[in-house]
């Protein structure tokens, strides 16, 4: 896969109030450049010091909402 470069700002909120978890919204360019679809799954991991996002794109299960 290409490598691209990509300058933007996401904000965090609380996921709950009951939680100390944060939550974002993910751009929709990148929800395009991906094909994200409900369900998709993204690990986080940290490499060199740098945060890395893989993609785990869901199989092709029915789901519910």
Known sequence: MAKYSWHGESVLHPATSMSNSLRTTIPAYLVNQFNLKKGDKLNW????????????KQENKTLRS
């Open 45 to 56: 991991a940290i490499e060199n010091g740098a945060v890395v996002i893989q993609v785990a």
